[in-house]
């Protein structure tokens, strides 16, 4: 149980295009959702919490114009990357937290990985 | 500000020897760590979780320990193996989840 799904798993685009990276919990309610960004030979660093219904909190020096969360439903936050550019380029993981309680463990997805041209 | 290190940033070790992966963070008030692995360009698997109330945890080969008052857990692999050759990450949870920056091991064979 609790698995999380992203899709797609990578994705290469041209300069000033957008990017649309879903994040799915496939057997649990989220309505908590996190996005980390990981630079590589680097940790994941927390850009995002997203709640279901509201909006999301973002991280100090994460722009919220550029990187657009919504989470729509209980099983599904999407992550757009605006007007991409090449130092956007980066793995993209989720993670799902299950139920209300803040210190239920969060289960994380596979990672997309955005590559801009 | 909480922050994870974790010593070495990268180990090889011949197979079949034991081996002990370092993490400290520096504050202490947390509600558990978590220790992942990750392979190239892949995401995570968590390998053990320890409430802040618990002292270690051990799954197969693996033993993570816990000393919340010194800021301290380590990564115990016992019996290493070439598989074993990845990432490993260690989180710890106050409001947020904060990542170290990994050990990178290489099980040589």
């Known amino acids: 149980g609790a698995v999380v799904s992203q899709h797609p798993s990578w994705v290469i685009c041209k300069s000033g295009t957008s990017v649309k990276i879903e994040c799915r919990s496939l057997?649990?309610?989220?309505?908590?959702m996190f996005w980390y960004r990981q630079f590589p030979k680097q940790s994941l660093m927390l850009m995002a919490t997203?709640?279901?219904?509201?909006?999301?909190?973002?991280e100090q020096g994460v722009e919220k114009d550029k990187f657009l969360i919504n989470h729509a439903s209980l099983t599904l936050s999407t992550l757009t990357v605006t007007s991409a550019h090449p130092e956007d380029s980066s793995f993209y993981i989720c993670?799902?937290?299950?139920?209300?309680?803040?210190?239920?463990?969060?289960?994380f997805g596979p990672g997309t990985r955005l590559t801009v041209l | 500000k909480q922050e994870v290190t974790q010593i070495p940033a990268a180990l090889s070790v011949p197979e079949g020897e034991n081996l002990v992966l370092n993490c400290s963070f520096t504050?202490?008030?947390?509600?558990?760590l978590q220790w992942f692995r990750q392979d190239p360009g892949k995401g995570l698997t968590s390998l053990l979780l320890?409430?802040?109330?618990?002292r270690e945890q051990t799954s197969g080969r693996l033993n993570a320990s816990l000393d919340k008052s010194s800021g301290r857990s380590t990564l115990y692999i016992a019996a290493s193996q070439p598989g074993d050759s990845a990432t490993y990450l260690c989180?710890?949870?106050?409001?947020?989840?904060?990542f170290g920056k990994g050990t990178r091991l290489h099980i040589l064979p």
């Open positions: 057997d649990f309610q989220a309505t908590t």
């Open positions: 504050d202490s008030a947390i509600y558990n």
């Open positions: 997203s709640n279901e219904g509201s909006k999301a909190t973002y």
């Open positions: 989180a710890v949870k106050d409001d947020k989840i904060i």
């Open positions: 993670s799902a937290r299950p139920g209300l309680g803040s210190f239920n463990e969060q289960f």
């Open positions: 320890i409430q802040s109330s618990q």
